[in-house]
């Protein structure tokens, strides 16, 4: 089964505002990683958040984890069209092997 | 642009035929993914090799293979072709084997027909 499970499966919001997505996983992880994708593109690398981090910032995206919770939330603050995609969250098992274990995606849709 | 580039772009086969698909990893990238992706699903991880050797299996099909080469590029053959093997084939590439940021190649969009 998959170990991330990201929440909402789809949001839409108006132009300008805050998008929050979430990821929840199962296992204790090294990192935990998010990725866009624009419709039918290669995912695009956002940010990683290590497990002894708790927050992270790059430009209008900010990243938390709670790892006593197993989880970990996307702020996209002052949302523009362009950000419409989909969103990836992908872990990096404690004690996997080599591979990420990606969520199935929010996908969010910013209304002009 | 990330760096990993895919051949073709674009491929349309009949069932039962074989397909393969191309990857070469971003310059200094040891590490290359293959993952698969149906309409609007999320991403279904096939195979890792790092450095030449296969480091990790997923969900690949038996009639699926693939390899990476001396210079690195991978190449991914699909056989035996079904309808429901229609979909996205995604390439990426890392720095190291495990847990790094991976870069993806634009994919590769196959229709069997």
């Known amino acids: 089964s998959q170990q991330g499970e990201e929440d909402p499966q789809a949001l839409s919001i108006q132009e300008g505002e805050n998008a929050t997505m979430n990821c929840s996983y199962k296992t204790s992880i090294n990192n935990l990683q998010w990725y866009r994708q624009n419709s039918g593109r290669g995912l695009v690398h956002l940010i990683l958040i290590r497990s002894n981090e708790r927050e992270k910032h790059s430009g209008r995206l900010r990243v938390t984890l709670d790892t006593s919770k197993k989880s970990s939330s996307l702020l996209i603050t002052a949302s523009r069209a362009a950000d419409t995609a989909s969103y990836f969250c992908?872990?990096?098992?404690?004690?996997?092997?080599?591979?990420?274990?990606w969520g199935a995606g929010t996908k969010l849709i910013i209304k002009p | 642009d990330s760096g990993v580039t895919q051949t073709p772009k674009h491929l349309i086969t009949a069932t039962g035929q074989r397909v393969t698909l191309r990857c070469s990893p971003r310059s200094g990238d040891l590490s290359v993914y293959w993952y698969q992706q149906s309409l609007d699903q999320g991403l279904q991880f096939l195979i890792q090799?790092?450095?030449?050797?296969?480091?990790a299996k997923g969900n690949i099909l038996e009639r699926f293979s693939a390899q990476q080469f001396p210079d690195l590029h991978s190449e991914l053959n699909l056989s035996s072709l079904e309808l429901g093997d229609s979909a996205l084939y995604f390439c990426?590439?890392?720095?190291?084997?495990?847990?790094?940021?991976?870069?993806f190649g634009p994919g590769t969009r196959l229709t069997v027909t």
């Open positions: 992908a872990t990096d098992p404690k004690w996997g092997n080599y591979q990420l274990i």
């Open positions: 090799y790092y450095n030449g050797e296969e480091r």
């Open positions: 990426a590439s890392s720095v190291g084997d495990s847990g790094n940021e991976q870069y």
